[in-house]
């Protein structure tokens, strides 16, 4: 269902014609990012930014893998060496709703250089506005109806749909990387569509409060980070390419390869919002979260009565080699 009302909106939004097979992307209108610039998270602004996706707003979020300090300038830099400079980009709070503890260390540190690639320097200032205002206004302002695609903890998306509910009007989709494990020995094990997944485990709060805004929500809880995905990172052909855009991602995704963390959730997420059929299993679930309790907190519960939303559960790793390569080749 979820899938139809985008693609739905999408046709309804000013673009009558629809993709035509082979085209990079099937997200038309204006979309705000809310990132937390991990090394994956860069890769997925890059893969939007060359594929010209209307990225209206990058909302940094101060409680993800990036320490606020580094996360702006870094995310500054993506945008200058995407020739993307006039998208504004802000601070997010540095404090969770419903604070539970942080990403691990190891993480925080890969992601203060970015895994050591090197991008531009910043060209112009942040935006004076939190990254919860940036998101709002933008949502506020935009003639067309927005797409959300939030690769962190929820926060700042959450605070501005609490603060300001009535933009949940002019929203088309959110999408929320809700894939990688937390990995806690006590954590119940459970099928994938109810993980607890480390950007809920941050911000529960910030999650519940999106499924419960009645926005149209999609969760991508791929395989992503199961049977040795990285061998699916398409790096040798991201090096053929010849443009620097393509190395970047291709770097980005060595130093994930070199840290030992090989994974790409929010590549997946945003392939998911920019081909809807990278995802080969979309179930649609009431979904509930929990916001105490122990050893599950932060669990994703499928529970009947509670608002639904879409989880993707399996991604095709060719469509979505398909989409990365397409994106940076332009
Ligand atoms: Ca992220």
Redesign the pocket.
């Known amino acids: 269902m979820g899938l139809v009302v985008v693609l739905v909106s999408c046709a309804s939004s000013g673009n009558p014609t629809p993709p035509s097979p082979g085209t990079t992307t099937a997200l038309t209108g204006p979309v705000v990012v809310h ?2 610039v ?1 090394l ?2 860069a890769m997925a602004i890059m893969m939007m930014l060359r594929a010209d996706v209307n990225v209206i707003a990058i909302a940094v979020a101060g409680n ?2 990036a320490r606020p300090k580094y996360g702006v300038p870094n995310a500054q830099g993506l945008v200058a060496l995407a020739e993307a400079e006039d998208i504004p980009i802000s601070y997010g709070a540095d404090r969770s709703l419903l604070p539970s503890g942080e990403f691990p260390k190891a993480w925080r540190d890969l992601s203060t250089d970015l895994g050591g690639v090197s991008i531009p320097d910043a060209t112009k200032p942040p935006d004076s506005r939190s990254a919860a205002a940036l998101i709002s206004d933008s949502i506020s302002g935009s003639n067309e109806p927005v797409t959300v695609v939030g ?2 903890p929820a926060t700042d998306l959450a605070i501005a749909l609490r603060d300001d509910p009535e933009i949940v009007d002019n929203i088309n989709a959110i999408f929320l ?1 809700q894939s990688g494990r937390v990995n806690s020995p006590d954590a119940p094990k459970l099928p994938v569509s109810q993980l607890i997944n480390w ?1 809920t485990y941050i911000d529960a709060l910030a999650t519940a409060i999106i499924v419960e805004s009645g926005a149209n929500v999609t969760f991508v809880s791929s395989n992503a980070d199961r049977s040795d995905p990285i061998k699916k990172m398409p790096i040798r052909e991201l090096q053929q390419v010849g443009n620097p855009y393509a190395e970047f991602v291709a770097n980005e995704a060595t130093a994930l390869r070199n840290a030992g963390r090989a994974f790409f ?2 590549p997946t997420t945003t392939a998911v919002a920019m081909q809807p059929s990278v995802c080969t299993d979309m179930v649609r679930k009431p979904t509930r979260v929990v916001l105490r309790g122990g050893n599950r907190f932060g669990l994703r519960v499928v529970e009947p009565g509670w608002r639904e939303v879409d989880i993707c559960l399996e991604a095709d790793f060719e469509q979505f080699q398909k989409v990365m390569l397409d994106s940076l080749s332009e």
């Open positions: 990132t937390d991990d994956d998270d993800g893998v690769l962190a990387t950007n959730w929010d």
